[in-house]
């Protein structure tokens, strides 16, 4: 069974932080990499952080020094740290997970969480 919960979502002042975290369960695919998206008002949904297998990360240049995503694997979640929160970090944010199989060859696909709202007011 695959399932991605988000939450911590909310309302905060900008300057403000929150964190964020996905649980996730993920039945017996290989996970390529975990992911935090964010979809602002009107705009599509764009990557904000995700971090490799491997423990290496990457973040949207618009969150670099503000942002840190990071995954306890013993717990299966990954969480994203958002500080000095800004209006324009407004949106629903989801958690994707990439994750590979084998099925006659190699397959992947993402799965996505529900999403959890974060207001930032000026």
């Known amino acids: 069974q695959v399932q991605l919960v988000e939450s911590g979502g909310g309302l905060v002042q900008a300057g403000g932080s929150l964190r964020l975290s996905c649980t996730y369960s993920?039945?017996?695919?290989?996970?390529?990499?975990m992911g935090w998206y964010h979809q602002a008002p009107g705009k599509q949904r764009e990557p904000v952080a995700v971090?490799?297998?491997?423990?290496?990360?990457r973040y949207a240049d618009s969150v670099k020094g503000r942002f840190t995503i990071s995954r306890d694997k013993g717990m299966n979640t990954v969480d994203l740290q958002m500080n000095s929160l800004k209006p324009e970090d407004t949106g629903v944010y989801y958690c994707?997970?990439?994750?590979?199989?084998?099925?006659?060859?190699?397959?992947?696909?993402?799965?996505w969480g529900q999403g959890t709202r974060v207001t930032v007011s000026s």
């Open positions: 994707c997970a990439r994750v590979t199989w084998y099925e006659e060859g190699f397959r992947e696909r993402d799965y």
């Open positions: 993920l039945s017996t695919y290989s996970i390529i990499s």
């Open positions: 971090i490799i297998s491997n423990g290496s990360t």
